[in-house]
C-alpha cells in the first residue's frame, strides 16, 4: 500500500492530527505488532538482515532490535518523545534453540505520554516462538504500558534509570527471580517476595503462589535437558492460592513450569476441545536427593473444579493394603472409588471435605476417585493411583 511504503507516509497514516499523543503511541504499537513478523530463520542461522527502521519496514522481518527502533522512528516523525532501550532479556535462555555467539541482550522502548515514561515491549505483543521455534503472531496488550514493578521481572535495562523503580534491581536479583510471564500478571497474581532460584526442594516443599479465585494452575517438572518428568510435580489450587509440590527423581538441577487459566466448574470442560492453559512461570529447582515415589495422576475436572486433596500422595500404593483418602472437592454431591470401570465405595460427606478408607484393588488395577456434581449424573475423575 502507498500509504505504507515509507516512514513518513506511514507516520502520517497512522498518527493524524487529530490524534491525541496517546492515539498515536497506540496506533504505531498495534500496526508494528501486527504487520512485522519475527525473523527466527535469520536469527538460528545467524543471517539477520539490517534491523533499521527502513529495512524493517521493507522486509516486514525483523528481531527486537528492528521492532524497536521502527517504534522510535515511527514515534518522532508523530511527534513523540520516544526511546530505544536496551538490556537483558530472562526469555532468551528459553527459546528451543540457541543463540548465536554475536547476539545477546533484547530492545524494547519508553515514551513520554503526559509528562511520564511509560515501559512498552512491542516485540512480546507481537506473538511468540513456539517449541518447534516457529513464530506465532499473537498479540499480547499487556506488554503496552506495562508497569515498571511488573516489567522489572522479565526485563533488565543497562541503564537502571530506565527500570523507573525506587529501589532499582541488580543483576544479581534479576537472574535470581523466576521467569514469570505476562499471564502471571494479567491473572492477577503476585509473586512471594523471598522466592528465589533455584529453589532447595525436598519432599515435603510446597511452593505457594497467591491468586485470585477465579485461577486455575497445573505443572510440569522437567529434567535439566528439558523432557518432561511424568507425575513428578503435584498442583492444586484451593480458592486464593496456587499450591505445587515437587518430587524430584534423584538429586540435581530441574525447572519447573506452571500453566494456568480461568476456573470453570468441574463439569463444565469439554473433553475433545479443552481450554489452553497458558504458561505462569518457570522456576530453576534443585533437590539433594532423590524421591523413588512419583505423586498420583490428576485429571481436568480435578484442576477445573478447584479440588484438594489432603492424603495419600503417593502415587503407588502397596496392592489390597488400606489407605485412607482425604480430599475437600467444593460442590460435589458425592466422591467415590473406582478400581478400573468397577465402583467400590464412597466416601463420607463433611461439608466440603470427602473421607474414607478404602481396601486398594489387586496390584495393576488403576483406583481412582471419581466426584459427582448435581448438575451432571457421571462421575468425573479426580485422582489416579497406580496399585503397585
Given at each position: 500500500m502507498a500509504r505504507e511504503a515509507n516512514l513518513d507516509d506511514l507516520a502520517r497514516y497512522l498518527c493524524p492530527p487529530t490524534y491525541s499523543e496517546e492515539e498515536k503511541a497506540r496506533s504505531i504499537f498495534r500496526w508494528i505488532a501486527d504487520r512485522i513478523v519475527y525473523d527466527v530463520d535469520g536469527l538460528r542461522q545467524d543471517k539477520l538482515p539490517s534491523q533499521q527502521p527502513e529495512d524493517v519496514l521493507r522486509?516486514?522481518?525483523?528481531?527486537?532490535?528492528?521492532?524497536?527502533?521502527?517504534?522510535?522512528?515511527?514515534?518522532?516523525?508523530?511527534?513523540?518523545?520516544?526511546?530505544?532501550?536496551?538490556?537483558?532479556?530472562?526469555?532468551?535462555?528459553?527459546?528451543?534453540?540457541?543463540?548465536?555467539?554475536?547476539?545477546?541482550?533484547?530492545?524494547?522502548?519508553?515514551?513520554?505520554?503526559?509528562?511520564?515514561?511509560?515501559?512498552?515491549?512491542?516485540?512480546?505483543?507481537?506473538?511468540?516462538?513456539?517449541?518447534?521455534?516457529?513464530?506465532?503472531?499473537?498479540?499480547?496488550?499487556?506488554?503496552?504500558?506495562?508497569?515498571?514493578?511488573?516489567?522489572?521481572?522479565?526485563?533488565?535495562?543497562?541503564?537502571?534509570?530506565?527500570?523507573?523503580?525506587?529501589?532499582?534491581?541488580?543483576?544479581?536479583?534479576?537472574?535470581?527471580?523466576?521467569?514469570?510471564?505476562?499471564?502471571?500478571?494479567?491473572?492477577?497474581m503476585k509473586p512471594p517476595d523471598d522466592l528465589r532460584q533455584p529453589v532447595s526442594v525436598r519432599p515435603d516443599t510446597v511452593l505457594s503462589f497467591r491468586a485470585p479465585e477465579d485461577v486455575v494452575a497445573l505443572s510440569e517438572l522437567k529434567d535439566s535437558g528439558g523432557k518432561p518428568l511424568e507425575n513428578r510435580s503435584f498442583c492444586q489450587s484451593p480458592r486464593g492460592s496456587l499450591e505445587v509440590r515437587v518430587r524430584c527423581p534423584q538429586a540435581g538441577s530441574y525447572r519447573l513450569m506452571l500453566y494456568g487459566r480461568r476456573r470453570e466448574a468441574a463439569w463444565q470442560g469439554n473433553?475433545?476441545?479443552?481450554?489452553?492453559?497458558?504458561?505462569?512461570?518457570?522456576?530453576?529447582?534443585?533437590?539433594?536427593?532423590?524421591?523413588?515415589?512419583?505423586?498420583?495422576?490428576?485429571?481436568?475436572?480435578?484442576?477445573?473444579?478447584?479440588?484438594?486433596?489432603?492424603?495419600?500422595?503417593?502415587?503407588?500404593?502397596?496392592?489390597?493394603?488400606?489407605?485412607?483418602?482425604?480430599?475437600?472437592?467444593?460442590?460435589?454431591?458425592?466422591?467415590?472409588?473406582?478400581?478400573?470401570?468397577?465402583?467400590?465405595?464412597?466416601?463420607?460427606?463433611k461439608g466440603a471435605l470427602y473421607e474414607g478408607t478404602l481396601t486398594c484393588p489387586a496390584r495393576g488395577v488403576p483406583l481412582q476417585v471419581c466426584a459427582k456434581y448435581p448438575q451432571e449424573s457421571r462421575y468425573w475423575g479426580l485422582v489416579e493411583y497406580e496399585m503397585e
Amino acid at each position: 500500500m502507498a500509504r505504507e511504503a515509507n516512514l513518513d507516509d506511514l507516520a502520517r497514516y497512522l498518527c493524524p492530527p487529530t490524534y491525541s499523543e496517546e492515539e498515536k503511541a497506540r496506533s504505531i504499537f498495534r500496526w508494528i505488532a501486527d504487520r512485522i513478523v519475527y525473523d527466527v530463520d535469520g536469527l538460528r542461522q545467524d543471517k539477520l538482515p539490517s534491523q533499521q527502521p527502513e529495512d524493517v519496514l521493507r522486509t516486514r522481518r525483523a528481531v527486537c532490535e528492528g521492532y524497536a527502533r521502527l517504534y522510535v522512528a515511527l514515534a518522532e516523525r508523530a511527534g513523540l518523545q520516544v526511546a530505544f532501550i536496551s538490556g537483558r532479556s530472562s526469555f532468551n535462555d528459553s527459546l528451543p534453540f540457541k543463540l548465536p555467539s554475536n547476539v545477546a541482550g533484547h530492545g524494547w522502548n519508553a515514551i513520554l505520554l503526559k509528562g511520564r515514561w511509560r515501559l512498552l515491549d512491542v516485540t512480546w505483543a507481537a506473538g511468540k516462538v513456539d517449541g518447534q521455534a516457529h513464530f506465532k503472531k499473537s498479540f499480547d496488550d499487556f506488554w503496552y504500558l506495562t508497569s515498571p514493578e511488573k516489567f522489572v521481572f522479565t526485563h533488565l535495562p543497562k541503564d537502571s534509570k530506565w527500570q523507573m523503580l525506587a529501589d532499582p534491581w541488580d543483576r544479581q536479583r534479576f537472574e535470581s527471580t523466576p521467569q514469570y510471564t505476562g499471564e502471571f500478571f494479567r491473572f492477577g497474581m503476585k509473586p512471594p517476595d523471598d522466592l528465589r532460584q533455584p529453589v532447595s526442594v525436598r519432599p515435603d516443599t510446597v511452593l505457594s503462589f497467591r491468586a485470585p479465585e477465579d485461577v486455575v494452575a497445573l505443572s510440569e517438572l522437567k529434567d535439566s535437558g528439558g523432557k518432561p518428568l511424568e507425575n513428578r510435580s503435584f498442583c492444586q489450587s484451593p480458592r486464593g492460592s496456587l499450591e505445587v509440590r515437587v518430587r524430584c527423581p534423584q538429586a540435581g538441577s530441574y525447572r519447573l513450569m506452571l500453566y494456568g487459566r480461568r476456573r470453570e466448574a468441574a463439569w463444565q470442560g469439554n473433553l475433545k476441545t479443552p481450554q489452553t492453559y497458558q504458561g505462569l512461570v518457570e522456576i530453576e529447582v534443585r533437590a539433594q536427593a532423590g524421591v523413588s515415589r512419583p505423586f498420583p495422576k490428576t485429571f481436568g475436572s480435578f484442576q477445573r473444579g478447584g479440588a484438594e486433596l489432603l492424603a495419600p500422595f503417593d502415587g503407588r500404593l502397596p496392592a489390597k493394603s488400606r489407605q485412607r483418602f482425604r480430599l475437600r472437592v467444593p460442590g460435589a454431591e458425592d466422591v467415590a472409588f473406582f478400581g478400573g470401570k468397577d465402583f467400590l465405595g464412597k466416601l463420607q460427606r463433611k461439608g466440603a471435605l470427602y473421607e474414607g478408607t478404602l481396601t486398594c484393588p489387586a496390584r495393576g488395577v488403576p483406583l481412582q476417585v471419581c466426584a459427582k456434581y448435581p448438575q451432571e449424573s457421571r462421575y468425573w475423575g479426580l485422582v489416579e493411583y497406580e496399585m503397585e
